[in-house]
């Protein structure tokens, strides 16, 4: 029995390791999904709830373009009158001699107004669709800056554990030299102390890569819980950029909001067509049977007619209409030159930030991260053998915290610029 007993809690105690062994790290969701830029962006053009509403709204221009190409209904109309008493009898009866005139009636519509009325309703469903993209455009700069953010915050918390670790080793090494006699207890206390510092940076750094998480994920729709999210991507800059004329004249072709502003200028063009048409005169015709049993005749009981009636446009010919819309396309045309030079001046600004930080960020790849952690070593290596001071050693271990996190910060800072200048021009022209 107790052999039994022996062989079942071994079986248990090895479940139990195995579980350990397999069991994830505290702090680490087995089911965290990391999505990429594309797949990001694929889940914000599926749920976000800003885009779908500037979607439906194309939906609901084209449903204008039906009501704009319908024809004219045609007019029906019946008219009955004349039941009459019988003089011969004296006897009321019903229906004996009444009148009866059914008749239909159709506005015909002259010089292509119908047509000119769905001309200007498919270039308004183009415009939304235009204003939807560009609608797009703002939203996703959003993302990816919300994205970029999340990805700088992932950057400054690894640098933030690799400082503490980096600072452990430090005190660890000072603690066996306290113990050895070879330096003062009011040093090591101040060592402890600034480890402070790295503490708080690295709460910082979780609390902030949070953040970033909730408002990626309220910028896709998306509730689930944030230690179940991460994203991933290169987080790092590239210096070959193209000449500034390259990126004007994408922008000139690709820049939504710009091409709404030539369709509106076309739009307001068939407007004022629409409105010339509209002065002119529409004939209604109409056509009728009679029916009146009233007539001794027997060759006049059933009738036929015809009628066109012609409106005389003789004060009102749409004189007001007609000149609204010729000077509205003035007006769109004046809208359409200043949205030409905004997309320029955002190219430009785009590209002198994005450039800026090219140059900034070149010295520190080349040289600066490099000189920070050899000034930091060495410092620490004399300070080690009493050839520095403490305040040295803490200066020089400040001095390169300050430069990583600054290059950390430009390369965020890039990568925010590119998607600035991807908004500028319109399209993705940096990844």
Request: net charge negative; aromatic share 8%.
């Amino acid at each position: 029995m107790r052999s039994r007993l022996l062989i079942a809690l071994a079986i248990v105690l090895g479940n139990v390791i195995l579980w350990c062994q397999t069991s994830p790290h505290p702090g680490v969701s087995p089911t965290q999904q990391v999505w990429t830029w594309d797949q990001v962006k694929e889940q914000f053009q599926l749920n976000n709830t800003t885009l779908l509403a500037s979607k439906l709204n194309i939906d609901e221009l084209k449903a204008q373009e039906i009501t704009a190409h319908l024809r004219p209904n045609p007019d029906f109309t019946l008219t009955a009158d004349g039941t009459q008493i019988s003089p011969s009898h004296g006897v009321w009866q019903p229906f004996a001699g009444t009148f009866v005139s059914p008749g239909v009636s159709y506005l015909f519509e002259r010089r292509n107004k119908r047509g000119l009325r769905y001309e200007a309703a498919r270039q308004g469903t183009a415009i939304g669709a235009a204003q939807s993209s560009d609608t797009e455009r703002t939203l996703l700069f959003n993302l990816r800056t919300a994205f970029v953010g999340t990805l700088q915050a992932k950057a400054v918390l690894r640098l933030a554990h690799d400082n503490i670790e980096y600072y452990d080793k430090i005190l660890k090494v000072s603690r066996d030299r306290f113990q050895a006699g070879d330096i003062a207890r009011i040093d090591l206390d101040r060592l402890e102390l600034q480890r402070l510092q790295y503490e708080s940076d690295l709460q910082n750094a979780e609390v902030n890569l949070r953040t970033t998480k909730i408002n990626l994920l309220a910028l896709l729709d998306d509730r689930r819980p944030v230690d179940s999210f991460d994203v991933d991507g290169a987080f790092d800059f590239r210096d070959d950029l193209l000449p500034l004329d390259d990126y004007r004249k994408e922008a000139l072709d690709a820049r939504p909001d710009l091409r709404a502003a030539l369709l509106t200028v076309k739009q307001a063009e068939t407007n004022y067509k629409l409105a010339e048409a509209d002065g002119s005169t529409d004939p209604t015709v109409g056509v009728w049977f009679t029916h009146n049993g009233s007539f001794n005749n027997p060759d006049a009981l059933n009738t036929i007619g015809a009628s066109v009636s012609i409106p005389l446009r003789i004060f009102d010919r749409n004189q007001g209409e007609k000149l609204r819309t010729k000077i509205d396309i003035s007006r769109n045309e004046k809208l359409r030159q200043g949205v030409e030079t905004q997309v320029y001046s955002d190219v430009d600004s785009a590209y002198a930030t994005l450039n800026s930080n090219i140059n900034l960020l070149k010295p520190y790849k080349r040289q600066y991260l490099e000189q920070a952690v050899r000034v930091r070593d060495t410092v620490f290596f004399s300070y080690q053998h009493g050839g520095a001071s403490l305040l040295d050693f803490l200066n020089a271990e400040s001095e390169y915290r300050s430069v990583e996190l600054n290059y950390v910060n430009l390369v965020g800072s890039y990568l925010t610029a590119a998607a600035q200048i991807n908004q500028a021009v319109g399209r993705e022209v940096i990844q």
